[in-house]
Structures are given as C-alpha cells and as structure tokens.
C-alpha cells in the first residue's frame, strides 16, 4: 500500500511560479517511478511529468517541457513539481501518483494516487 498527499496548490497570476510537493509512504520506492497528471473541469487527466525513483530520469509533457521540473528527495520520500510561467491552461487538479509499469505517460501505468491539489491561474 502506498500513501500520496500533495500540497502547494493554490492561486497565482499567469506568468508566476508555484511549487508542489508529494509526501509518499508505505513502500520502498526503488525501482519505481512519481509522476505527477492534471485535471481541469470537463477535461480528461492529462500527463505532466514523472521521474524514476532511483536514478532520476525526468519526463514531461510537451505542453510544460522548459517550465516545469520533476524533482525527488529520497531520503524525505518527497517528490515535488517546480512550475514557473504558469499560464491560465495549467489551472487544474493535480495529482501524484506511484507507477506500476506500462507507458509512463499514461494514468492506467499508475496504481496509487494522491487526493489532489488544485492550481488556479489568474489573468
């Protein structure tokens, strides 16, 4: 079993930056992966950007490629998404998730999840 809970959310105008964190629990990580999708009202869930646990190789999404960082800190099981120019089509939920396996990129590769945390991005 595996425990999620992300922070950070909250409002920032376009062009500002946020930071998120997920704290993760109840396993050992190695060998695994984070990853971090979003949610907006009346759209489906959408990959931002995962991270191997162990050796650290990033992945993003082509829409936050150069503004957004994956980042993890074993020794705290914290992952965290670092996300500067933000523009109104990032306000969303976002979640952390654990992957299992399969396409990095896709939210059935995942089989633990977080509760979320929402970004709202005024202009």
């Known amino acids: 079993q595996v425990q999620l809970v992300e922070s950070g959310g909250g409002l920032v105008q376009v062009g500002g930056s946020l930071r998120l964190s997920c704290a993760a629990s109840?396993?050992?990580?190695?060998?695994?992966?984070m990853g971090w999708f979003r949610q907006a009202p009346g759209k489906e869930s959408e990959f931002v950007a995962a991270?191997?646990?162990?050796?650290?190789?990033?992945y993003y999404a082509d829409s936050v490629q150069g503004r957004f960082t994956i980042s993890r800190d074993k020794a705290k099981n914290m992952v965290y998404l670092q996300m500067n120019s933000l523009k109104p089509e990032d306000a969303a939920t976002y979640y952390c998730?654990?992957?299992?396996?399969?396409?990095?990129?896709?939210?059935?590769?995942?089989?633990?999840w977080g509760q979320g945390t929402q970004v709202t991005v005024s202009s």
């Open positions: 991270i191997t646990w162990t050796s650290g190789i990033t």
């Open positions: 998730a654990y992957y299992r396996g399969g396409g990095i990129n896709k939210s059935s590769s995942y089989n633990y």
């Open positions: 109840g396993r050992t990580f190695s060998n695994s992966a």
